[in-house]
């Protein structure tokens, strides 16, 4: 063995396991008791680091002192049953202290506890160890090494470095007390060169820094999940659907197989999507159920189901409109219906009316009003689509009643001038006789016609008033007298136009005469006068 003076060796791992506690308070003060657990626990781990044993204990009976060895190397592997629970081995190797070695392996349970973060661990083991020393510069002596028993109890703490998904973790700090016993034979008083003999009980505190990697996983794999889903989830026969699989937690190193079945429809598909036609599914509810599996163990395989529509078609609408809407008797008016599939299904068109007739087997027809009394017609229009379903709407057409003929008017006749007769200004005179003649003529055709005569006076005349009366009566007169005209017909006025004339006007029965400027004559006062004039030639005004 070989002096290596090492001596700020150990204040450095007393210093890194201050720190590991430090860092293990703030962590836990941080954190509090509720804090999350890390990732899943590992299977195994394995433990690689550097390693001081303080050495305290002597070779007796001769008294001779061990010294610490700052020069270590430690490793370990633990396997664990349970997130808690597991067995470890440990290798601790001093080959270089300054008067003696020591070489250790042991074996033991570990016990863990995983935090966010960190874990902590306390271990216990049993092995032997390979004790060598102490010796001596002064003299050369020293024992060989030699094999015996190893008690090691201790623990630390670990941080879960952030790279790697965890696979490896920061031991902050190992502490462990290690107790050797050792037998070197019959002591050799005084010592001299070479063995020395004895037997020692070694105990000291050996500190551990390294780094550790995770393998496997404790908690087994979720299993897998499978949902799925159908788009669109109601549709009409012969619409197609799309289900969509959404497999969860397959492990992306074996290769996963997909089935699809339906009780509606025909379902095809073997990946995690798939089409149903549903052109042979009667309208109802149907289910469609996938399954996925990427083995035979249990959480390997998972089935999702979907529940889907299938709608009897809905029946066509229509609406109607009729162009023109009123019309004149015998004429025609345009008829349009407008039909809609919600499916767009082919439409058949007919139509019927209350009266006239309709033509057409389109979208649009034409109603015919020949015959049709005046009123209103109704149209009713119908469309059917190729699965049977119908639907009718109604528009109305009034027919206008013919127009009423026109109000009869009355008409002037011809008119008679009483200025040739100086002498007796109001006498009928063979000249008037030919008016009266055409008047009584008209009278007669027109059996339900009144007259209105209107005798007119000269402003220059004496008793014009009187003279206009006579006019008018005496005209009536020979009406009624030589052409049998009743009297009952002949309403007489006096007018106010500037002339000795008399006017007469045809009255038609519903006609009515405008009464301006006309006042009627008291033939109780006024006497008519015969036509005593011989017949002359006469010529009609």
């Given at each position: 063995?070989?002096?290596?003076?090492?001596?700020?060796?150990?204040?450095?791992?007393?210093?890194?396991?201050?720190?590991?506690?430090?860092?293990?308070?703030?962590?836990?003060?941080?954190?509090?008791?509720?804090?999350?657990?890390?990732?899943?626990?590992?299977?195994?781990?394995?433990?690689?680091?550097?390693?001081?044993f303080?050495?305290?204990g002597?070779v007796k009976?001769?008294?001779?002192?061990?010294?610490?060895?700052?020069?270590?190397?430690?490793?370990?592997?633990?396997?664990?049953?349970?997130?808690?629970?597991?067995?470890?081995?440990?290798?601790?190797?001093?080959?270089?202290?300054?008067?003696?070695?020591?070489?250790?392996?042991?074996?033991?349970?570990?016990?863990?506890?995983?935090?966010?973060?960190?874990?902590?661990?306390?271990?216990?083991?049993?092995?032997?160890?390979?004790?060598?020393?102490?010796?001596?510069?002064?003299?050369?002596?020293?024992?060989?090494?030699?094999?015996?028993?190893?008690?090691?109890?201790?623990?630390?703490?670990?941080?879960?470095?952030?790279?790697?998904?965890?696979?490896?973790?920061?031991?902050?700090?190992?502490?462990?007390?290690?107790?050797v016993?050792?037998?070197?034979g019959?002591?050799?008083?005084?010592?001299?060169?070479?063995?020395?003999?004895?037997?020692?009980?070694?105990g000291?505190?050996?500190?551990?820094?390294?780094?550790?990697?995770?393998?496997?996983?404790?908690?087994?794999?979720?299993p897998v999940?499978?949902?799925?889903?159908v788009?669109?989830?109601t549709?009409?026969?012969?619409?197609?659907i799309?289900?969509?699989?959404?497999?969860?937690?397959?492990?992306?190193?074996?290769?996963?197989?997909y089935?699809?079945?339906?009780?509606?429809?025909?379902?095809?598909?073997?990946?995690?999507?798939?089409n149903?036609?549903?052109?042979?599914?009667?309208?109802?509810?149907?289910?469609v159920?996938?399954?996925?599996?990427e083995?035979?163990?249990?959480?390997?395989?998972?089935?999702?189901?979907?529940?889907?529509?299938?709608k009897?078609?809905?029946?066509?609408?229509?609406s109607?409109?009729?162009?023109?809407?009123t019309?004149a008797?015998?004429?025609?008016s345009?008829?349009t219906?407008?039909?809609?599939?919600?499916?767009?299904?082919?439409?058949?068109y007919?139509?019927?009316?209350?009266?006239?007739?309709?033509?057409g087997?389109?979208?649009?027809?034409?109603?015919?009003?020949?015959g049709?009394?005046?009123?209103?017609?109704?149209?009713?229009?119908?469309?059917?689509?190729?699965?049977?379903?119908?639907?009718?709407c109604?528009?109305?057409?009034?027919?206008n009643?013919?127009p009423?003929?026109?109000?009869?008017?009355?008409?002037?006749?011809?008119s008679?001038?009483f200025?040739?007769?100086?002498?007796?200004?109001?006498?009928?005179?063979?000249?008037?006789?030919?008016?009266?003649?055409?008047?009584?003529?008209?009278?007669?055709?027109?059996?339900?016609?009144?007259?209105?005569?209107?005798?007119?006076?000269?402003?220059?005349?004496?008793?014009?008033?009187q003279?206009?009366?006579?006019?008018?009566v005496n005209?009536?007169?020979?009406?009624?007298?030589?052409?049998?005209?009743?009297?009952?017909?002949?309403?007489?006025?006096?007018?106010?136009?500037?002339?000795?004339?008399?006017?007469?006007?045809?009255?038609?029965?519903?006609?009515?005469l405008?009464?301006?400027?006309?006042?009627?004559?008291?033939?109780?006062?006024?006497?008519?006068?015969?036509?005593?004039?011989?017949?002359?030639?006469?010529?009609?005004?």
């Amino acid at each position: 063995m070989v002096y290596r003076p090492f001596r700020n060796t150990r204040r450095f791992v007393l210093a890194v396991c201050a720190v590991g506690l430090g860092a293990a308070s703030l962590s836990a003060q941080t954190a509090g008791p509720a804090a999350p657990v890390g990732p899943n626990p590992s299977r195994i781990d394995v433990f690689m680091g550097y390693s001081y044993f303080g050495a305290h204990g002597s070779v007796k009976p001769q008294g001779i002192n061990y010294s610490s060895i700052d020069v270590g190397a430690i490793g370990s592997g633990a396997y664990y049953f349970n997130k808690w629970v597991g067995g470890e081995i440990m290798f601790a190797a001093h080959p270089d202290g300054n008067n003696d070695g020591l070489y250790a392996a042991s074996a033991g349970p570990i016990f863990r506890a995983p935090m966010q973060n960190f874990t902590l661990f306390a271990h216990a083991h049993a092995g032997g160890a390979r004790l060598g020393g102490p010796n001596s510069d002064v003299g050369g002596y020293h024992n060989p090494y030699q094999w015996g028993p190893t008690l090691t109890v201790g623990g630390g703490m670990d941080y879960d470095l952030p790279f790697f998904n965890n696979k490896f973790s920061l031991r902050l700090f190992q502490a462990d007390y290690r107790y050797v016993h050792t037998s070197y034979g019959p002591p050799v008083f005084p010592p001299t060169c070479c063995a020395i003999g004895g037997r020692t009980n070694l105990g000291g505190a050996e500190l551990s820094t390294g780094i550790v990697a995770h393998f496997g996983h404790i908690i087994p794999p979720p299993p897998v999940t499978y949902s799925c889903a159908v788009s669109p989830a109601t549709v009409y026969p012969g619409d197609p659907i799309t289900v969509t699989g959404t497999p969860l937690n397959l492990n992306p190193k074996k290769t996963a197989t997909y089935s699809w079945t339906a009780d509606g429809g025909t379902i095809s598909g073997t990946s995690t999507t798939a089409n149903i036609d549903t052109k042979s599914a009667s309208p109802g509810t149907y289910t469609v159920k996938g399954h996925v599996t990427e083995g035979a163990k249990p959480g390997e395989m998972a089935d999702c189901s979907a529940s889907y529509t299938v709608k009897q078609f809905d029946p066509p609408t229509v609406s109607c409109s009729a162009n023109p809407s009123t019309v004149a008797p015998g004429d025609s008016s345009t008829i349009t219906a407008t039909g809609m599939s919600p499916q767009n299904r082919p439409l058949t068109y007919s139509y019927s009316s209350t009266a006239g007739s309709v033509t057409g087997n389109t979208s649009t027809a034409t109603l015919t009003t020949t015959g049709a009394a005046p009123g209103t017609i109704t149209v009713t229009a119908n469309v059917v689509d190729d699965k049977g379903q119908s639907a009718s709407c109604t528009t109305t057409v009034t027919v206008n009643a013919p127009p009423p003929p026109p109000a009869p008017t009355t008409s002037q006749l011809c008119s008679i001038n009483f200025d040739r007769d100086k002498k007796r200004p109001a006498r009928v005179d063979n000249e008037a006789k030919a008016c009266l003649d055409d008047i009584a003529l008209n009278l007669q055709r027109t059996s339900d016609a009144k007259l209105a005569v209107v005798g007119d006076k000269d402003s220059a005349e004496k008793k014009g008033d009187q003279l206009a009366a006579e006019r008018a009566v005496n005209a009536k007169a020979y009406l009624v007298t030589e052409k049998g005209i009743d009297a009952s017909r002949i309403s007489v006025y006096t007018g106010t136009d500037n002339g000795k004339t008399v006017t007469t006007t045809l009255i038609p029965a519903g006609a009515t005469l405008s009464n301006t400027g006309l006042t009627p004559v008291d033939e109780s006062a006024v006497t008519a006068k015969p036509r005593t004039a011989p017949a002359t030639h006469h010529k009609k005004k």
